[in-house]
């Protein structure tokens, strides 16, 4: 099996004293990245609670020494591309570096209609973000912007300090359908998707065309796959987190379909233990 990171997802509905546990806990064990979803309501519950995505990211960067953070991913229509650079450059000040962007076009309806936020219609949703990464990329390089779009607009704007990470942290994109995925050829450090392994592969490569179009290095944006139960790309596989044999057999299903990096649905304090043994066979930290 090739080398490849493993990063982590957290939903973030435990009290907050049990979320720095498993936060200090995972950062120990060796895992690369640690995530959380960013929502007003928990998608697959809405009547559980859910803390804020951005503010739980500087609190994650707080009280962690060495794991990567990000949110999978940041809903665009939720903030201003402005606020949302500076809410990133401060976590990258926090975290001493450790930031990962990551973002998406947003998609959860109920979210939007209780709190009379607008969602738009996908065509407009993705126009929006594409705009949004024009702005974003810039100010988080340190450059002043000026831009005239249809959705947003900049006269003159500078965001200081400049992130810790140069030229800026990395962006994660999130991509499914051809129109997000040429935004992700232009943008994305790396890039995430759901689906089967087989739907999966058939991005990644065109991902790779659309980044030759453009005259970019495919290489250079890292294959991300998200791998748990609910997860259609584990579809006919064990549960990772049952087995050390468990894990090679899902990561290496996932590794063969093209991924550099997988993230996991967080294990279940049950299964701790064979995570620990996880950990010390495969991430050469504990």
């Known amino acids: 099996m090739k080398a490849v990171t493993f990063g982590l ?9 049990v979320l720095v546990k498993k936060w200090r806990y995972f950062d120990e064990l060796g895992f690369d990245s640690i995530w959380h979803c960013d929502h007003l309501l928990r998608p697959n519950n809405p009547t559980y609670p859910l803390f804020e995505g951005w503010t739980l990211l500087a609190a994650i960067a707080a009280e962690t020494s060495r794991i990567r953070m990000g949110t999978l991913v940041t809903s665009n229509v939720l903030r201003h591309p402005a606020l949302l650079a500076q809410e990133a450059i401060t976590v990258d000040h926090v975290s001493g570096g450790r930031l990962e962007f990551g973002i998406g076009c947003g998609w959860f309806e109920e979210e939007h209609e209780r709190f009379g936020i607008p969602l738009f219609e996908p065509g407009p ?9 024009e702005i974003i990329d810039p100010l988080m390089r340190g450059e002043t912007v000026s831009y005239e779009g249809d959705h947003y607009r900049l006269s003159e704007a500078r965001l200081r300090p400049r992130p810790v990470q140069s030229p800026r942290p990395p962006f994660t994109l999130a991509a499914h359908r051809p129109r997000m995925m040429r935004i992700a050829a232009r943008f994305a450090d790396r890039w995430t998707s759901s689906g089967t392994l087989e739907e999966m592969g058939e991005r990644s490569r065109f991902l790779d065309e659309e980044c030759e179009r453009i005259g970019r290095n495919p290489a250079e944006i890292i294959r991300s ?7 259609p790309t584990c579809r006919g596989l064990p549960d990772l987190w049952s087995s050390l044999g468990a894990f090679s057999q899902v990561t290496g299903a996932i590794t063969e379909a093209g991924a550099d990096e997988i993230i ?23």
């Open 225 to 231: 796959f998200r791998a748990g139960p609910s997860n």
């Open 125 to 133: 949703r993705v126009d929006r973000f594409s705009e949004a990464m």
């Open 9 to 17: 997802t957290v939903t973030p509905s435990d009290p907050y004293a």
């Open 264 to 286: 996991m649905d967080q294990p279940r304090p049950d299964q701790y233990r064979t995570v620990e043994r996880i950990a010390s066979r495969f991430f050469g930290l504990s």
